[in-house]
Structure formats: structure tokens, C-alpha cells
């Protein structure tokens, strides 16, 4: 099997330039510009990997809600199902739960770059001297994703529109068990190269290259700054140790008039605010039930 000779005809895919090891690689992508039915999102997937064993279906994650007895109606907090340093499937423990796989938030990380979901498989034959041997997906990289028994034993999916939770959908892949979120403002890509091999990850559509402008002129200190020397600056530089103390001196005064402000009147609401968003995330995490006997 090789799927860098079958997607070369697919329309949906386009050529890359090589590699820096002059590997050939296509790409294709679609984006989630608004909340559809999922099954377009399943249709998206199924044309984007007709060449491959991956197998796609499409639901929703449900709107978490109390029901008729005061219960949640879903476990809507969850760790991720990450490949750790030696491809093992593991879940992510690097940080609390409540910032990893959360529904009510999910769809504002992925589009603010905070959640990217990625799974690379590669395509190898199950009998290496046969012919027509069965292909056997191999996992070899997972990030920012659901496994499906977890979501399932979290009654976090639904096909019911009604119940579902807005603007996202949830992807299926069940040879490997994978759920991978899609959100409204994300664009899904799909790449692969000569090794048999397949990249699926889930992006933002916004830029990620918006130029950074300070309030405080800060700019001039930058690496790439040092294109014109001011006069009387015999090192090089494009600054002098003088200009830069200065600069120090004002921007220290200044972030002390900054701070100094959190504790007046202006700033009551926010200090609430603040308040408010600790005790939901205390309150998150004993929903999340993942550090169980811990208060």
C-alpha cells in the first residue's frame, strides 16, 4: 500500500514543496466556519481519507446540565489521551483537568491556539510477504485528544442537536479509538508524506502572526532592531546603556502605578471577577473527580 501514489489523485489534495529530505508530501484542509450538522464534518473526513483504513463517524459533546434529580447529566471534565516519550498512549497529567478536555471551554482554546488537537498514524501491512495482507493502522503521535471509551463512560457525546453543546463537533476514528474535537473558527489539515504515514491536526483559522506593537516603545530593543546604529553609540548598538536605564527607570515606575491601581475602587469588579473564576475552578475540579480522596 502507498498513500502518497493514491492521494496524488485525490482533489482534495495538493502538492507541498519537498521536505528538507526531498520527501514528496500533499496536503488538504477544510474549515468549520459555522456550526453545521456533523455529519458534514464526517463527509469532510471520509473524502480526505478514502485511501486509507481510517473509518470516521461524527457526533456532538453534550451541553453539561443538571437533570431532574440535581445530577449532571455528563462528566464533562477530562484529561486528554496524549503518546508520551516512547509512543505509549497515556493520558496527560502535566496539568489539571479542568484545562484540558473541557466542554463548555473547548471550542474558545482551539480557537485561541490554547488546544490543538493532533493524531499521526501511519498504514503498514499485517503480513510483510502477502500480497493483499490487511493493513494495520499504527498510532504514532496523539495530542489534545479523547479516547472514545472515555467519552463514552462520560456520556460526553450525543447525536441529538438539541443536547448538544454549541459550535463544536466530535470527530470519531474507531480503528484507533480517537475522538478529535472540532470547533467553529478551526481548520482541520491533513497531511502525508512517503512513509505510508498521516497527519490529521486541528488549527485555528486566525493569524498567529500579528505583529507585536508595545504602548512603551520597546521594540527598539528587539534582535532584529539592530538594522540602523543611532549616532553616538560607538559600540554598534542600536541603543545606548544610557537610553536603556532610562527606559528601565520609567517602565519600572510605571508597572508600580499599574499595580498600585488593582487595590482602588475602579478595579472592584474586577477583583470579584477574579474571586469568582478561583472558586469555579475549585469547583471544576471536584467536578472533575480526578484526584479522587483530595480535597
Known amino acids: 500500500m502507498s498513500i502518497i ?69 455528563c462528566r464533562w471534565i477530562d484529561r486528554c489521551t496524549i503518546t508520551d516519550s516512547a509512543g505509549c498512549r497515556v493520558t496527560n497529567d502535566h496539568y489539571p483537568a479542568r484545562l484540558q478536555f473541557n466542554i463548555p471551554r473547548l471550542q474558545h482554546w482551539m480557537t485561541e491556539q490554547q488546544f490543538m ?22 498510532v504514532e503521535r496523539l495530542w489534545d485528544v479523547l479516547d472514545l471509551d472515555t467519552a463514552i463512560n462520560d456520556n460526553m457525546l450525543t447525536d441529538d442537536r438539541d443536547e448538544a453543546e454549541p459550535d463544536l463537533h466530535a470527530v470519531i476514528e474507531h480503528t484507533t479509538g480517537v475522538v478529535i474535537p472540532l470547533g467553529v473558527g478551526t481548520k482541520t489539515e491533513f497531511i502525508v508524506g512517503q512513509n505510508d504515514m498521516m497527519t490529521i491536526r486541528v488549527r485555528s483559522t486566525g493569524s498567529v502572526d500579528t505583529p507585536y506593537h508595545s504602548l512603551n516603545g520597546n521594540e527598539k530593543y528587539e534582535d532584529d ?42 478595579f472592584a469588579q474586577w477583583r470579584a471577577a477574579i474571586r469568582e473564576l478561583k472558586e469555579e475552578a475549585l469547583f471544576e475540579d471536584r467536578i472533575s473527580q480526578l484526584e479522587r480522596g483530595q480535597d
Open 117 to 138: 488537537p493532533l493524531m499521526k498514524v501511519s498504514f503498514r501491512p499485517a503480513f510483510a510477504d502477502m500480497p493483499d495482507s490487511p493493513v494495520i493502522t499504527h
Open 5 to 73: 501514489m493514491d492521494v496524488s489523485g485525490n482533489r482534495n489534495f495538493r502538492q507541498l514543496p519537498p521536505s528538507a529530505t526531498g520527501e514528496r508530501r500533499f496536503a488538504a484542509h477544510f474549515s468549520l466556519p459555522y456550526w453545521s450538522h456533523a455529519s458534514a464534518s464526517e463527509k469532510f473526513f471520509a473524502r480526505r481519507t478514502a485511501e486509507t483504513p481510517l473509518q470516521f463517524s461524527a457526533m456532538y459533546f453534550r451541553r453539561p446540565q443538571h437533570d431532574e434529580n440535581g445530577n449532571w447529566n
Open 225 to 266: 532592531a539592530a538594522a540602523a546604529s543611532p549616532s553616538g553609540s560607538p559600540s554598534g548598538s542600536p541603543y545606548t546603556e544610557q537610553e536603556l536605564n532610562r527606559d528601565i527607570a520609567r517602565w519600572s515606575r510605571e508597572l508600580g502605578e499599574h499595580i498600585a491601581k488593582r487595590d482602588t475602587d475602579e
